[in-house]
């Protein structure tokens, strides 16, 4: 087998191009999105929910966290930020190696690809706390793995799959778990920078746009969360179609994470001003549990009823 494995001009030079096209839509597409939230008005009844900052960076997040699945999902069955879905298929693998006595190779891979991903949340705890890393800081690191994930499969010699449901040819199924760690961190980015959950959280956003079209049959104002919901919900379908298009026509392509690293390096860059207020020293007793609760309006209201008794 040579060693550089898809080196054709449809395994490796028109997916290359094609994602060079996807990530220059996508760039044109965000700085068009930034202009309407920096030109539109606030009496837009239409635009005004781009006025806030978490909508302008989330739906970008929504359909590049779509479009990594959906590659995800086609090449290996199993997907690399939504833990839901591998947690429901590591269940559905226990049931079905007891059932049919199989060997729980299955069941190995999904803990692997679980942990890894718990392994990048604990990285970026870890830095944010010991070293005060900002979004910013992880934004070369993201570029980088997600380069060394493309050109790792092309030169060694793991790339092989399982034969039973595969072509020799594509990609281990290990290398989704090696992709987990750094959306471990990317998602507990998103997480812990003042959107309050995963923007791209699809179950909420059906639930909104039902909501919404309720709001339209009734002739009512739809609100501004059911806009967002809608927005991040279509932006979401419309990056897991692409991803899911790409993937299935390019299916032994070794190109499909640089230019996502790209993308999602831009993100984190201009994620700054999204950054909640740091907590300098020591982490409180909140921030050890890992809740989100906010106990300062209430210490602001003890205090004051303190000094007028």
Not at 8 to 19: N, T
Not at 228 to 239: M, Q, R
Not at 261 to 281: D, F, R, T, V, Y
Request: hydrophobic letters at 50%.
């Amino acid at each position: 087998m040579p060693l550089f494995v898809g080196s054709g001009l449809h395994d490796f030079v028109i997916p290359l191009l094609v994602e060079a096209i996807i990530l220059l839509s996508f760039v044109l597409a965000w700085s068009f999105l930034r202009y309407l939230r920096h030109s539109c008005g606030m009496d837009s009844r239409v635009l005004v929910f781009l006025k806030k900052k978490e909508t302008g960076f989330s739906i970008p997040m929504a359909f590049l966290t779509g479009y990594v699945d959906a590659v995800n999902y086609v090449r290996y069955h199993a997907f690399s930020t939504m833990m839901v879905g591998n947690m429901t298929l590591f269940a559905v693998a226990c049931g079905d190696t007891i059932a049919s006595h199989n060997p729980p190779n299955k069941i190995i891979f999904l803990a692997c690809l679980i942990a890894m991903f718990m392994i990048g949340v604990y990285a970026y705890r870890w830095s944010e706390v010991r070293w005060q890393w900002s979004p910013r800081t992880w934004a070369p690191i993201v570029l980088g793995y997600m380069l060394l994930i493309d050109l790792g499969p092309i030169f060694h010699p793991f790339r092989h799959w399982n034969h039973q449901y595969a072509d020799p040819l594509h990609f281990s199924p290990w290398v989704v778990v090696a992709q987990a760690p750094i959306f471990g961190v990317i998602d507990a980015i998103a997480l812990k920078s003042n959107f309050g959950a995963l923007p791209w959280g699809t179950t909420g956003n059906v639930i909104n746009m039902v909501y919404s079209l309720i709001s339209c049959v009734q002739g009512t104002a739809v609100t501004t969360k059911e806009k967002v919901g809608v927005t991040l919900l279509a932006s979401s379908l419309l990056g897991a179609i692409v991803g899911g298009l790409w993937a299935s026509f390019y299916r032994r392509a070794h190109c499909g994470m640089t230019f996502i690293g790209i993308a999602w390096s831009m993100l984190l860059c201009n994620l700054a001003g999204l950054e909640p207020a740091p907590k300098q020293e020591t982490m409180t007793d909140t921030e050890a549990s890992g809740t989100d609760t906010d106990f300062s309006d209430i210490a602001d209201v003890e205090s004051e009823d303190s000094q007028h008794p």
